[in-house]
């Protein structure tokens, strides 16, 4: 039986209840949630209410479901749930929403295991683009098939003219075919820029491999698509995101065109998500005109945020080590900018009343940061900072400590972890893997950690994230008890992660992450109640229904 159906009439259940509606009674409710199981989002390890009511998108009333007859009246929509779990909205504290979209109509290259796999897609690609189009998207890795990077001579002759640019999964790195290449104007003579490289085989040839910075060059050549192009994608993207659990996403956007997008949507009613989005740090003197002139939004579409970077990857090799690779000796990746032109740009966003958050992983990348911060919050001249850094990947003993002592949020994605697992090891050697993906040691420390998926780079999927972050079990199987296994945590901590932490770090705690009287009525129904199974069954739960302001935006039986 479907546990969202409506099985009762308002009126019929004014009847069975007989009580609530006298001449006194109290607001009507415009719907009403009962006999489900209801984590409000506190501190409970487990279920503490069983129904709820939801007025004018907020949650009007929370208790146990003989408690909301006051609440109904003629044109009270009653749901009966039927046992089904209920969590407040699950917020995604980082994504590409741009990137994300779009791949959910490119080219999938996330599960090719082998060279042959990976030709052969992005040539049946290539063989259906329309004319002047490119084939983008991808997110391979390359770890599937052993760690040999790809090269432009496995495409090119499956491609032609159709010009390639696909993204390694971590987004730090692009493999391009040569016809993208010369779009872009990249040959043999072209320097690396600061904070990329172009890889080169033994004769000095670009194999099609650029990483970092380098594909900022490859960014310029590719056809921007057309607003109406945007819109549509947008669409999607938040259907689909719906259809995950997730009720609000943090957008970690390269550009402005997202914002726009999202403002666009607005306008016409058509915005379907809670968006908070972020812009590039490096244009925070633009951001704080842009708020100037348009505000800060509303609670469904905000801005004001600002996201930097320190490193690249650890699968590119790119994140900022104190020592080389043990894979790759020649390198110990590399900042991306100068650290006092970081300082600078963080010092600005956060005098000018923005919100700063940087993208760490590597050790040195973490520490370098957490010096920033600490030296800017002395300087400046407010105190509600709320500093992030995005991964918070790899860190040093020292640091662990500093995300309570400094107040920083550590912003991370425990999908990583079950993925990177498989591997990592060969990157850092088994004495660098203490301090990796820590977060049951931040929070033992005191730190505040909240969860998202980096979407595209993982999956949108929060059960996702939550059975990575309490199993830690890495996708190839062989970590049945768990990789670093010091570093599990509780359901309850990998719930409020994504609620009520994610809330905090968003602003937003006064209003989102708890179902609670006043609170806007963003609420997820999930198939299994996570408390009460087997952690490792929490990946097969499954969304049976996704509200947003009291209103539906994904419903299972739909």
């Not at 929370?62 to 009270?76: K, L």
């Amino acid at each position: 039986m479907n546990p969202l159906k409506s099985i009762f009439t308002a009126g019929a259940l004014l009847l069975v209840a007989a009580c609530g509606q006298g001449p006194d009674a109290t607001e009507s409710a415009d719907r009403v949630f009962t006999h489900g199981q209801v984590w409000t989002g506190g501190d409970a390890a487990g279920v503490d209410a069983e129904a709820f009511a939801v007025k004018d998108g907020r949650i009007l009333a929370v208790g146990a479901s003989t408690d909301m007859a006051a609440y109904i009246g003629d044109g009270t929509e009653v749901v009966d749930l039927q046992g089904a779990f209920v969590v407040p909205g699950l917020i995604d504290n980082h994504v590409h929403f741009f990137e994300g979209s779009f791949t959910l109509t490119q080219v999938q290259l996330r599960d090719a295991a082998t060279p042959e796999e990976f030709t052969r897609r992005i040539a049946e690609a290539a063989a259906k683009a329309p004319a002047g189009t490119w084939v983008l998207g991808g997110n391979w890795d390359h770890e599937l098939w052993g760690g040999e990077l790809p090269d432009r001579a496995w495409i090119d002759e499956v491609t032609g003219d159709v010009p390639v640019s696909v993204n390694r999964l971590d987004g730090h790195m692009v493999l391009a075919n040569s016809k993208a290449l010369e779009l872009a104007g990249i040959d043999a003579t072209t320097p690396d820029p600061e904070g990329g490289v172009i890889v080169r085989d033994a004769d000095g040839r670009p194999t099609g491999v650029l990483k970092d910075a380098a594909m900022f060059m490859m960014d310029k050549a590719v056809p921007k698509p057309s607003d109406a192009r945007m819109e549509e994608v947008f669409k999607m993207g938040m259907a689909y995101a719906a259809k995950m659990g997730v009720t609000q996403v943090h957008d970690m956007a390269y550009n402005y065109r997202s914002l726009e997008t999202y403002r666009r949507l607005k306008d016409r009613d058509e915005l379907a998500l809670r968006i908070y989005a972020f812009t590039p740090l490096e244009e925070w003197q633009r951001m704080q005109g842009y708020v100037a002139e348009h505000g800060r939004g509303d609670d469904m579409l905000r801005w004001g945020g600002l996201k930097g970077f320190v490193d690249g990857a650890l699968g590119s090799t790119t994140a900022w080590m104190y020592e080389p690779y043990a894979d790759a000796p020649e390198t110990s990746g590399f900042p991306l900018l100068s650290m006092n032109e970081l300082q600078n740009r963080v010092f600005g966003g956060a005098q000018a009343g923005l919100h700063v958050t940087v993208h760490g992983i590597g050790f040195q990348a973490n520490d370098k940061l957490l010096d920033i911060f600490e030296n800017v919050a002395a300087r400046v001249d407010r105190t509600d900072l709320r500093f992030r850094i995005e991964h918070a990947q790899h860190l040093s003993e020292s640091a662990i400590k500093r995300f309570s002592e400094l107040d920083v949020t550590a912003s991370m994605h425990p999908y990583h972890l079950i993925d990177d697992g498989r591997w990592a090891v060969k990157r850092l050697g088994e004495d660098r893997l203490k301090g990796t993906y820590a977060i049951g040691s931040l929070m033992r420390a005191g730190g505040r950690v909240t969860f998202g998926s980096d979407w595209p780079v993982a999956p949108l999927d929060p059960i996702m994230g939550i059975y990575a972050a309490v199993t830690r079990q890495t996708l190839d199987g062989a970590n049945p008890d768990g990789w670093i296994p010091d570093e599990k945590i509780s359901v309850l901590e990998a719930l409020r992660a994504y609620t009520v932490n994610n809330a905090y770090a968003g602003y937003q705690e006064d209003k989102l992450g708890l179902i609670k009287p006043g609170y806007l009525a963003d609420f997820v129904v999930l198939s299994d109640n996570l408390f009460a199974i087997d952690p490792v069954a929490i990946k097969d739960v499954s969304v049976l229904r996704t509200a947003i302001g009291g209103v539906d935006r994904y419903r299972a039986e739909d």
